[in-house]
Structures are given as C-alpha cells and as structure tokens.
C-alpha cells in the first residue's frame, strides 16, 4: 500500500499566485517571453543598474552565511533597530511558514482578513490550527470593519491574527489608529503585520514601534521593492524574544549567497528607489485614470496595484492573454468578478490599454460597466 501523507497534508488545497504558468502557455502556443506580466506586483523599474554585473562575482563554491550577518547590519542601519530584532527570509512567504510552525499549536484559532493572501491559510493548515474569518466588502472599500474585528478577536480569543498592509489583492490600507486598535485586543495573541507592498504606498505610517509590545511580527519584502523575484528575499521584525524563538525553527542556510549579496548591494541604492517608487505611482494612475475613461469600473487603492469589476474574471483573462497581456484573476481570492492588474511602465501601461479597447472593440469579451 503506497505510503501516505498525514491527514493535515492530504486536505490541504494549494495556493493560487500572479505570474507566468509555463506549463499553461505551451498549452496555448504562447510563447511566454512575449508577455507583459501585470498580474504580479513588483517594482518593474528595478533592480538598479549594476545588479547583474554583482551577481557574476559572487561565490557560490561556498555555503551562504545562515545568518545574513552584513544584510541584517545594512537592514537595521535602515530601519533603526537592533540586527537581534530582525531575521531574513527566502521571500516573505518563508517567514510566514516559520511563524506558524513556531507559534501555532494544534486547533489554535486564527483571525484572518479576507479577502487576502492564500498563503496564510496554507501555512496555518499546516499547523493544525482552525480559522476564523472577517470578510471586507467592496461597498466598505474593501477595507476590515473594525468593530467587527475587535468583536471576534474578544469572542474568540484567536492566537493569532494575520493583517496584509496594504491588502492583497484590493490594496486598501488601514490607518494606524484602526491597526492600534486591534493590537490592544490582542492581548496574549500574536500580530502578524505583512507590509510587503508597503513600500508602494504613498502616504505612510510607521508601524515598527509596535513591536515594543511583544506580540507584533512586521514582515516586508525586498522581492516587492527591488525587483527580484527570481532571488526571493524578505524580512521579519520583531522582538528579541520573538526573533530568538524562531531561530531553531530556520532552515540552514535559507537564503543563498546571491540573494544576500543583491540585497546587500540594492540597499546601497536608496534614491534609487525612491526614483522608482515615483514612477510606479505615476504609472498607476495613469492606468486607473485610462481605464476608468474607458468606462471600466477601477476601484480604490493605496499600492501599486488596483482591482477592476470585469464580471467573469476568468474570461476577461483569457481575452488579455491572447493579446500579450497577463492579468491576475482575483477567483481564488473569492472574487470572481475581478481582476487585478499592477503598474508597470507607461509603454506597458499604453499596450494594456490598447489590448482592453481592442477587446472592446471586437466583442472578444464584455466588460461589466463603470459607474
């Protein structure tokens, strides 16, 4: 009888990301380096001149440093906390995992605010523990509604509870004082703040003097900022106690050398950066004020990416897909009717538009209309 997985494992649905599907595209004689990729949501501007020529002299006949030493030393220059408050993580997802196998037990309750990413349940499934769900609207701007939150957290006590700031995919972010509030409900819980698209808002507030309280783990990711998603990089801040009793629990040697030597060097790039984040946003309004002209209905967001009504997300993808143009159908965020698209550069942004008239004009798909 062949061996099998344990129950948890077996039940365990897959999650659902943005990106190019190979195996989908030989299936439809696309060919995928012809494809504009809005469906995931990174910097396009980036990385900064000079990565590539870095990447061909590091290393790789030795293993990598398993505590990212200089990259935990540049990130707390930048950050202003202690290198003990940090852990580096191969992409923000890896630090979710270690999160749950470290502090969720068996049936544990956890608070998740949906619609968000899948990978949270994922990872909690894998501890055992149970969910409790907060679902936000489009009517209340897809932002949590907050007295309802603080309900659930009093009734149910969860051991924990997963916020993405901005949120993925509807990229809403929520104020201080409503984050402030949650954590004070919190009390003998764990928060679990992902701001891996943080660096993409506009108008921010500072969320690392939470950790002070020791119930607070911020997570952002460099993939999202720099422009390296073939390299996954990311980052947890936290507690001294919170980082120390993760440590155990990190894979040896979890971010390779190219990835800690890029990081290291892409944080020398700071105007840079800002350069770019000025472009995205650029970008991405230009792309919302286009569509919406286009009587597209382009709802509210603080990131750098937005959802759009379409009505059928499936078949509005597919109709993008045979002009080049890779959007994110937001199905597996319980969203079926909406699609998600991310800034790219105003040339990208041009040809997404010209596909989205050339389908109106063909009558290749029917967008649900703008208000």
């Known amino acids: 009888m062949p061996l099998k997985p344990r129950s948890l494992i077996s039940r365990l649905k897959k999650s659902t990301h943005g990106g190019l599907d190979h195996a989908e595209m030989a299936a439809l004689g696309i060919d995928p380096e012809g494809i504009i990729d809005f469906s995931v949501s990174t910097n396009p501007f980036m990385p900064p001149p000079g990565i590539k020529e870095i990447i061909g002299t590091i290393r790789i006949d030795r293993y990598p440093d398993s505590r990212c030493t200089e990259l ?104 201080r004082t409503d984050i402030e509030i949650i954590v004070r409900e919190m009390a003998g819980g764990l928060l679990i703040l992902d701001e891996a698209y943080l660096s993409f808002v506009e108008r921010q507030w500072d969320s690392l003097g939470l950790i002070s309280g020791g119930n607070v783990i911020v997570l952002r990711s460099m993939t999202k900022d720099y422009g390296l998603p073939g390299l996954r990089l990311g980052y947890a801040v936290a507690s001294r106690e919170i980082i120390s009793a993760m440590l155990p629990v990190l894979p040896p040697w979890n971010v390779n050398s190219i990835a800690q030597e890029v990081g290291a060097a892409v944080l020398g790039n700071e105007e840079y950066l800002r350069q770019s984040l000025r472009k995205v946003n650029e970008a991405k309004h230009f792309l919302m004020s286009e569509l919406s002209r286009i009587n597209l209905k382009v709802l509210p967001s603080d990131a750098n990416y937005f959802l759009v009504k379409v009505g059928d997300a499936r078949e509005c993808r597919l109709a993008f897909l045979k002009h080049g143009i890779l959007v994110r159908d937001c199905s597996s965020f319980g969203l079926p009717g909406y699609i998600r698209l991310s800034a790219r550069t105003l040339t990208e942004c041009e040809q997404l538009l010209e596909a989205a008239r050339q389908i109106i004009r063909g009558g290749e798909y029917r967008f649900s209309p703008g208000t």
């Open 72 to 175: 935990r030393r540049l990130l707390a220059a930048k950050l202003g906390v202690s290198t003990d408050n940090l852990l580096v993580g191969s992409g923000t997802t890896e630090l979710i995992r270690l999160v749950t196998a470290t502090f969720l037990r068996q049936g544990d309750p956890v608070l998740l605010l949906e619609p968000t990413y899948g990978d949270y349940e994922v990872a909690c499934r894998m501890a055992g523990a149970g969910l409790i769900r907060h679902r936000s609207r489009e009517e209340d701007g897809f932002l949590p509604r907050t007295e309802e939150v603080t309900r659930l957290i009093r009734q149910r006590r969860p051991r924990a509870v997963f916020i993405c700031n901005p949120g993925n995919p509807a990229g809403r972010y929520i104020s």
